[in-house]
């Protein structure tokens, strides 16, 4: 008579890497089905990493999606690629997601960031939607040269396409283990940081140039109600300069600011929200440690 095997559940750390714009963000929110992380077509909208939860009966993955890897200009931009080289110690797997069109060339920074994180890597070609059979194999046979990967699988992050195919094949490259969340939760991360983001979010839409990337937000206060929740946000910019540019002439562009990342924030709670947005300026926000620590970067 055969024993009944019981079935063994996977579970493990797997780090979204790659050049801004990518589509890292775009495969993070597809696999967990629900927008974790905001997506613009501005390079470096990502910030912070951001821990998702895919989560079925066999297997537990927490997905760490992380900023674009690049050569850091300021102390923000260090703290950001700070993030990236935590996963050397959180991470048991890598995903390195490479865009079909424009993928690395030879001196990138991303090749030095895969060696010094010196884990197991699979590559992800993303837009498979957008080129030829031909350009993905030439995409697939560049990235190979650089380095090993142990899984090459080709992926539209936009329309889902080889992203269930990705899945199965973390499921037999991570460790049996427990869950290390209950099968509801998504983020361990609280809802003020999903708020501030979502604003963030508009920010790129509707500024031009240096401005999204000199903006924080920092949600100063969020009380629920039954039926409406309240919230107080700070959008802190790096010059004065800014501070009119932001709110432009009349109020205008503040006031558009503010009902586009209301609908956001509402559509994210199910509520109604009442939402005021105040300018600050603090001066070199992005190269002093005591702002980037108040903002959540350490």
């Known amino acids: 008579m055969a024993q009944n095997q019981e079935k063994t559940h996977t579970s493990g750390y797997a780090g979204i890497i790659g ?7 775009t495969l993070f929110n597809y696999l967990l089905g629900q927008k974790l992380s905001i997506i613009t077509h501005k390079a470096q909208t990502t910030r912070h990493r951001i821990q998702g939860i895919y989560s079925d009966e066999e297997s537990q993955i927490i997905f760490l999606d992380t900023p674009g890897i690049i050569q850091p ?16 110690t959180d991470a048991d797997l890598l995903i390195h997601i490479v865009d079909g069109e424009r993928p690395p060339g030879k001196d990138d920074v991303v ?3 895969l060696d010094e ?7 992800v070609v993303n837009k498979v939607d957008l080129i030829s059979q ?10 190979t040269e650089m380095r090993d990967y142990i899984e090459v699988i080709p992926v539209s992050a936009l ?27 998504v983020s ?16 790129f839409i509707l500024y031009q140039q240096e ?18 929740d309240r919230i107080h946000a700070e959008i802190v910019v790096n010059r004065e300069s800014q501070k009119g540019i932001l709110i432009g002439k009349k109020g205008k562009m503040l006031k558009e600011l503010g009902i586009r990342s209301r609908k956001s924030v509402e559509e994210l709670v199910g509520k109604k929200v009442h939402l005021e947005l105040f300018v600050k300026v603090r001066e070199k926000w992005r190269e002093k440690e005591n702002f980037l620590k108040s903002y959540g970067y350490r």
């Open 134 to 143: 031909e350009r993905l194999l030439e995409v697939q046979q560049q990235c």
């Open 73 to 88: 200009r300021y102390l923000l931009q260090e703290k950001m690629m700070d993030q990236v080289a935590r996963l050397r």
């Open 19 to 25: 050049q801004p714009n990518a589509g890292k963000s």
């Open 117 to 123: 994180l010196n884990l197991p890597v699979m590559l």
């Open 111 to 113: 090749w030095e960031t």
């Open 159 to 185: 329309h889902g396409v080889g992203v269930d195919e990705l899945v199965r094949r973390l499921k037999q490259r991570l460790p049996e283990g427990p869950e290390f969340y209950s099968k509801e939760e």
């Open 211 to 228: 401005i999204p990337y000199s903006c924080a937000v920092n949600v100063i206060e969020y009380k629920e109600g039954d039926e409406m």
């Open 188 to 203: 361990d991360l609280p809802l003020r940081f999903f708020v501030s983001e979502l604003i963030r979010e508009q920010l």
